[in-house]
């Protein structure tokens, strides 16, 4: 009895002593001060634009209403949402379009990319981690050059390795085969192109683009995954060294779940930038064979600039961008529950 007396008697004095929330609002108003400018520019950065973006995706805004003293747009509900879905008025003016097909491919091609960029990212981040190891800052200012070098760039120079008579890979194709007497005629693969074939269910063009990307977005990969191993403690090592500890062992049970509260999360990032990736299949593969390559992001471009469009196209691309928004939120929340990505890591 007399220690819930004394209990209540603590929590009493706590409810007592503790400052009004106004008196708390008071003592932080100069943080607030502070935060106020970035939250107006925030709010017509990103805010307005946002919620002007979804109010539009549920109108028929089109080209005719950008002229001036033009109708209103009309509300016309869930129509743009359905007609993604359905496809029937993209398709004619795109005959190949089909966005479950886009969507599954779009899937594919960022979770395929970012397997590899991770992969090869931590195992060279390994190497130049090395003791002893010559020129790393050498080689680790190279490798980042991919990164700073325009889009444009990028999927122009791509485009030209893999052209069909004059390309740098069906040139070294038709070398090595000359070695072995295969006729060089045999090498004129048309990577690019409209009638390229396929591997499997995959056209040519797609491991086109990944060769392309994987050039692109390891490098990042590596960079982040440097930082991380260089605050893995040395401890660690010399105490599995001293238990008789293999170097394969210390590497999957210290170097694998120290990374990972760095990797998952900027897995998660660099799966977001492959999804929305314009340029490369923008420029390298303009969608081809038949827009087996289009994106999500390629597609709605083109649906917009089609040049021949009769409906409320900016309404329909708003409602596009609302879906690829939801399915990208989804994917994040999954991720992050399932790796526990932003947890800390426990040896």
């Known amino acids: 009895m007399a220690t819930e007396n004394k209990a209540e008697r603590i929590s009493t ?21 502070y935060l106020l400018p970035a939250g107006i520019i925030m709010s017509f950065i990103s805010f307005w634009p946002l919620f002007y973006q979804i109010w539009l995706s549920f109108t028929d805004f089109g080209l005719t209403n950008l002229r001036k003293g033009s109708d209103p747009a009309h509300f016309i509900g869930l129509e743009n949402y359905a007609n993604i879905l359905s496809g029937d008025v993209v398709k004619a003016n795109i005959p190949t379009f089909d966005f479950w097909r886009i969507l599954f491919f779009n899937l594919f091609w960022a979770a ?55 390309g740098p890979i069906n040139g070294l194709l038709r070398g090595l085969g000359g070695l072995f007497g295969v006729p060089a005629a045999t090498f004129n693969i ?29 490098p990042l990969n590596s960079v982040v995954a440097t930082g991380a191993l260089q605050s893995i403690p040395k401890d660690l090592y010399e105490a599995a060294t001293v238990d008789g500890a293999t170097g394969s062992q210390q590497f999957f049970n210290i170097t694998v779940p120290m990374l990972r509260p760095a990797m998952i999360p900027f897995a998660v990032f660099g799966f977001i930038t492959t999804f929305n990736l314009f340029h490369l299949s923008y420029f390298m593969s303009e969608g081809k064979p038949f827009g087996e390559t289009e994106l999500l992001v390629t597609q709605v471009f083109k649906i917009v600039n089609g040049g021949n469009t009769n409906f409320g196209i900016y309404g329909f691309a708003a409602a596009f961008s609302v879906y690829m928004f939801f399915i990208l939120l989804v994917i994040s929340l999954l991720t992050n529950k399932f790796t526990k990505a932003t947890s800390s890591a426990d040896l």
């Open 112 to 166: 395929s990319n970012v397997v590899l960029h991770i992969v090869i990212g931590v195992l060279i981040a390994v190497l130049l981690n090395m003791e002893g190891l010559w020129f790393k800052r050498f080689y680790r200012a190279v490798f980042i050059l991919p990164v700073v070098i325009p889009p444009l760039i990028i999927g122009t120079v791509w485009k030209n390795i893999f052209e069909t008579t004059n």
């Open 190 to 218: 048309p990577w690019l192109e409209q009638s390229q074939p396929h591997l499997g269910p995959l056209p040519l063009a797609y491991f086109a683009l990944l060769t392309a990307n994987v050039w692109l977005g390891w």
């Open 13 to 33: 004095s706590a409810s007592i002593d503790r400052p009004s929330f106004w008196y708390r609002s008071r003592e932080t108003r100069t943080a607030y001060f």
